[in-house]
C-alpha cells in the first residue's frame, strides 16, 4: 500500500512499488489530465508537479512520490482558471491537445520560479516537452501573457 497526497486529498493505492505514477493517476485514480506519451520521460506529455517541482510521471515509481504533494492538472486551479489555463483559451493554442497538459504543468513550475521571463527564458523552460502540432509559438505567447497577468 502507497500513501500519496494528490491535488490535497489523501489516497492509497495497491500496487507494486516501481509502478509508474502515471500509472496509478490515470487507471487507478481516474484521473485522465495527465497523458502517456513516449514512456522515457522525453516528451514531457506525463508532466504533474511533485513539490512543486516538474516531473516526469512516466519514469518516476510511485513509491518515489510517496510522502511528497503532487499536483496533476485537475488540481492546478480548482476552478480550472489559473493564468495559464486562461491565456491557453485566449492564444488558442491547443491543436489536437494531448501535450496541453504536459505543457501547461512545466509552466507553471517554471512561473513560480520566475516571475519576470524573457521570451529566451520560456523558451528554454518549455524546450523539454514536445508538441507534435508544432504550436510552440503559440505556447509562447500563452506562457508570456500567463506571465503578464500573474504579475499584475
Known sequence: MVNLTINGKDLKVDVPDDTPLLWVIREHLQMSG?????GAG???ACTVHIDGEATRTCITAVSDAA????????????????????AWIAEQ???????????????A??????KNPSDEDIVEAMTGNICRCM??????????????EMKA
Open 42 to 44: 522525453l516528451c514531457g
Open 93 to 107: 493554442v491547443p491543436q489536437c491537445g494531448y501535450c496541453q497538459s504536459g505543457q501547461i504543468m512545466t509552466a
Open 34 to 38: 495527465t497523458k502517456f506519451g513516449c
Open 67 to 86: 510522502g511528497t504533494k503532487i499536483t496533476t492538472i485537475e488540481g492546478l486551479d480548482e476552478n480550472g482558471i489559473h493564468p495559464l489555463q486562461k
Open 135 to 148: 504550436s510552440y509559438v503559440r505556447i509562447k505567447k500563452a506562457v508570456r501573457r500567463a506571465a503578464d
Open 109 to 114: 513550475a517554471f512561473l513560480d520560479e520566475n
